[in-house]
């Protein structure tokens, strides 16, 4: 029986998030200080999950299984195997050293900038543990607009013009990988009546080669952008070059992962 273990690590960054918007924005050691305690939760409140989790085990372990939106087959479901626990972890620690390590970079705007990287960071977990295409989606889409926003607002000179060009690139992937989504979701009601966003049933469909190969390429492009692989990687040097370091760190240590993850998982 599940402890919601699952769910704690996904939203302790969001529940610092939103206790954060409400601290005054005149008191900047408190913004700190609390965007640090907030982070410093998320990685704490994940290590639970390394001695819970049982290597010899197979499938998914601490798994969340809720209706959602039944009447579209949604449902909040979370898992979590060694693949995903690696990630996890990688992710909250190295959120917690990229806020702490903004101690005295950043000056402007830190309500707006520490939000950004707590909500982002839940956005990462909730990538990394969904088992529901929808919810997986959702939480794809979380990433993007904090770092659009990271870069643009914090960044180097050409900040607007990187800014863009990340968002762009990211959209068309987002936009291609929903499309494969969809024409999932929407054969399994053709093939078996019902409709569900189960990533675990979708992916044994049985389809038309043609179709087939519109559903690899659509995820296939969605994952190499956000690798980045070639030829759609030219949105990361101007990325990595004029977000702030701690949006640096991010980048190269978490979220172009998220591609490869989408690789090795479907």
């Given at each position: 029986?599940?402890?919601?273990?699952?769910?704690?690590?996904?939203?302790?960054?969001?529940?610092?998030?939103?206790?954060?918007?409400?601290?005054?924005?005149?008191?900047?050691?408190?913004?700190?200080?609390?965007?640090?305690?907030?982070?410093?939760?998320?990685?704490?409140?994940?290590?639970?999950?390394?001695?819970?989790?049982?290597?010899?085990?197979?499938?998914?372990?601490?798994?969340?299984?809720y209706d959602w939106i039944p009447a579209l087959g949604?449902?909040?479901?979370?898992?979590?195997?060694?693949?995903?626990?690696?990630?996890?972890?990688?992710?909250?620690?190295?959120?917690f050293l990229a806020i702490l390590s903004s101690w005295s970079a950043i000056d402007r705007h830190l309500k707006a900038y520490y939000a950004m990287f707590l909500l982002q960071q839940t956005g990462m977990i909730g990538v990394f543990i969904s088992l529901d295409f929808f919810l997986f989606y959702v939480f794809w889409e979380v990433v993007l607009a904090p770092m659009y926003f990271i870069i643009g607002v914090w960044g180097g000179p050409r900040k607007l013009y990187a800014a863009i060009k990340f968002f762009l690139y990211t959209l068309a992937g987002s936009v291609l990988m929903l499309l494969g989504i969809l024409t999932l979701y929407l054969q399994h009601f053709e093939q078996h009546g019902f409709y569900t966003f189960e990533i675990s049933e979708l992916l044994k469909l049985d389809m038309p080669l043609a179709l087939e190969r519109w559903v690899f390429w659509a995820f296939f492009i969605g994952f190499a952008i956000k690798v980045p692989m070639f030829p759609f990687h030219t949105w990361?040097?101007?990325?990595?070059?004029?977000?702030?370091?701690?949006?640096?760190?991010?980048?190269?240590?978490?979220?172009l992962k998220m591609g490869t993850y989408g690789f090795l998982r479907f």
């Open positions: 029986m599940s402890d919601h273990l699952l769910s704690i690590v996904l939203f302790t960054p969001l529940a610092g998030m939103l206790v954060l918007l409400l601290l005054p924005a005149s008191n900047k050691n408190l913004i700190r200080i609390w965007a640090n305690v907030a982070a410093a939760a998320g990685f704490l409140v994940s290590l639970p999950l390394v001695f819970r989790f049982d290597k010899n085990a197979e499938g998914f372990q601490m798994v969340e299984r949604v449902k909040y479901y979370l898992g979590i195997d060694g693949i995903s626990l690696l990630l996890v972890m990688l992710t909250t620690l190295v959120g990361l040097p101007d990325a990595h070059t004029e977000a702030p370091t701690a949006g640096s760190v991010i980048l190269a240590a978490i979220l």
